[in-house]
């Protein structure tokens, strides 16, 4: 095994990792891994943009407000706060830098930049590129991030544990090179930003979405977890089974764009006042019973009657991607259905980014920051991921001193033995499968307890490949996969009501009292090796 030192290490490179890596760089040095993959990550695919105060027909308080409605009485409001606060200056960073933001050039325009209104949102607060706002802000930010000399960018090796010492202090990661080569990655700091856990499911808005591996790592090193049963499905995902997933933005809705099941009917306006424009959690629960009701693969968004050139304008990557699939959303309605999209639960930070863990930062989606609740609102990811990525780099801008304890034995294995790939993607398929059937956007008590048992099972299975095999990439991602699931079900049961994202047929009702996060799994870890 080889070895290596490094002052911070960021591990991941969407637009937390990026944005943290920019704003501290110049006063400490920063290694950013970004593998490959992190290319086809969670932030290159947001389309919608990102929510923030700008207009001035807009106020902070409105969009707390907004926020705290969707969250369903778990939003942290200290937290809600600060975020919102702290969205303009975010923006004016991103601004600076030159990231391509639609422009509004209507007499009218309150603000330099168009200003379109997503799903929750009472006013237009969400500010974009086109609809490949994720794809902008990645491709500027690593532009800045390859000329900064205090930042190097490494491709070549995945995390697969955090290393931990006698004395519960992070002291960097252990990765494998693309060559298949162990290396430990000594670090005085350590940041996560390793996205979420949409990938525990069989579908999803991404192509190669995150399974919660950051989220169990810091678990495992003595962070705490919490809300994990709240996973968000996107209420449109384009309905096309041979293709790869396409996320179809709520800014069509925001335009405009009507909600018709298969025979044509508009569903929304009798389930929310707010029709298409209700928190996402609402949207997707109604998207989900039309289709149980009709007995249908998918519904429609409708937008045919707005003007085509309107809609090319706004939406040229989603009139183009659909174009090239055969569908033409001038003239025809899109097929769309649920899919899951954004973890609101994760590793719990402060308003730093810090967990409990010292020396270990977590930012973006990975972390549970008390912003989201029960239910994100929409394009309050992006704006988490900026407003965190820069509040965690102040507070690292001062080192602390770390420990000189002993650091821990790994958890992997040294032996030879490879795992066979066909028993990894059948772990992983077994797991998407539960988690889908049963845990998915309405569930009910026997579900619950069928995917706790099966989970149970498979944990043990990926326990004994880990022990017994040489540590892979893919080892390390289905193993806590599995485990991450096991822990979200749990999660599940223990909410006996329904709230937000978390609905369960059996308790539809919220329960009595305050709302409560649900509890950390520090117990669960406490065998670790």
């Given at each position: 095994m080889t070895s290596s030192e490094h002052d911070v290490l960021v591990i991941g490179g969407g637009v937390a990792g990026l944005s943290l890596a920019l704003?501290?760089?110049?006063?400490?040095?920063?290694?950013?891994?970004?593998?490959?993959?992190?290319?086809?990550?969670?932030?290159?695919?947001?389309?919608?943009?990102?929510a923030a105060v700008l207009s001035p027909q807009d106020d902070i308080q409105a969009h707390v407000q907004d926020t705290l409605n969707a969250g369903d009485g778990l939003c942290d409001e200290a937290t809600v706060r600060f975020t919102v606060t702290q969205g303009p200056a975010a923006i004016e960073w991103l601004v600076t830098l030159g990231v391509p933001f639609t422009p509004d050039t209507s007499p009218q325009a309150p603000y330099p930049f168009h200003l379109t209104r997503e799903g929750g949102h009472g006013a237009r607060r969400v500010i974009h590129a086109a609809d490949a706002t994720g794809r902008a802000l990645i491709d500027t930010l690593l532009e800045h991030v390859a000329r900064h000399p205090g930042i190097t960018v490494r491709q070549d090796v995945n995390v697969i544990e955090l290393i931990g010492d006698a004395t519960g202090h992070c002291r960097g990661a252990y990765g494998l090179t693309t060559h298949g080569k162990l290396e430990t990655l000594q670090?005085?700091?350590t940041v996560l930003a390793?996205?979420?856990?949409?990938?525990?499911?069989q579908h999803t808005t991404s192509p190669v979405p995150a399974c919660g591996e950051g989220m169990i790592m810091a678990a495992e090193l003595g962070a705490t977890l919490m809300n994990l049963e709240f996973q968000q499905f996107h209420p449109t995902c384009l309905y096309d089974p041979?293709?790869?997933?396409?996320?179809?933005?709520?800014?069509?809705?925001?335009?405009?764009?009507?909600?018709?099941?298969?025979?044509?009917?508009?569903?929304?306006?009798?389930?929310?006042?707010?029709?298409?424009?209700?928190?996402?959690?609402?949207?997707?629960?109604?998207?989900?019973?039309?289709?149980?009701?009709?007995?249908?693969?998918?519904?429609?968004?409708?937008?045919?009657?707005?003007?085509?050139?309107?809609?090319r304008k706004l939406f040229p990557t989603i009139h183009a991607h659909c174009l090239a699939r055969g569908l033409d959303i001038t003239r025809e309605p899109i097929p769309v259905v649920p899919a899951a999209h954004y973890s609101c639960g994760g590793v719990a930070t402060d308003h730093h980014g810090a967990t409990r863990v010292p020396h270990l930062y977590a930012i973006g989606e990975v972390a549970c920051t008390g912003l989201h609740g029960a239910n994100r609102m929409a394009s309050n990811s992006l704006l988490e991921c900026l407003v965190f990525a820069r509040a965690a780099a102040q507070a690292l801008r001062k080192p602390k001193p770390g420990s000189l304890a002993p650091v821990k034995t790994p958890s992997f294995s040294r032996c030879h033995a490879q795992v066979e790939p066909a028993a990894l993607g059948e772990l992983l398929a077994d797991t998407r499968r539960t988690m889908s059937r049963n845990a998915g956007i309405v569930r009910h008590d026997t579900g619950l307890s069928e995917a706790a048992a099966t989970l149970h099972d498979l944990v043990a299975r990926c326990r004994y490949l880990w022990q017994r095999h040489i540590p892979s990439n893919e080892l390390a991602k289905v193993c806590r996969a599995v485990r991450l699931a096991e822990l979200t079900v749990d999660a599940a049961r223990r909410r006996r009501e329904s709230r937000g994202l978390h609905y369960n047929r059996d308790c539809p009702e919220h329960a009595n009292g305050s709302a409560k996060p649900s509890f950390s799994y520090l117990d669960a870890f406490a065998d670790h090796a």
């Open positions: 704003e501290l760089a110049d006063e400490r040095r920063v290694t950013l891994l970004r593998p490959v993959s992190d290319d086809h990550g969670a932030s290159r695919w947001a389309q919608g943009g990102i670090a005085n700091d390793t996205g979420g856990a949409s990938g525990l499911f041979t293709g790869s997933p396409f996320l179809i933005s709520e800014a069509l809705r925001g335009e405009g764009g009507i909600l018709r099941n298969l025979d044509g009917h508009r569903f929304m306006p009798a389930i929310d006042p707010r029709a298409e424009l209700a928190p996402r959690d609402i949207v997707a629960r109604a998207i989900d019973a039309e289709m149980q009701r009709r007995h249908s693969q998918h519904v429609l968004l409708d937008m045919t009657h707005l003007p085509a050139e309107t809609l």
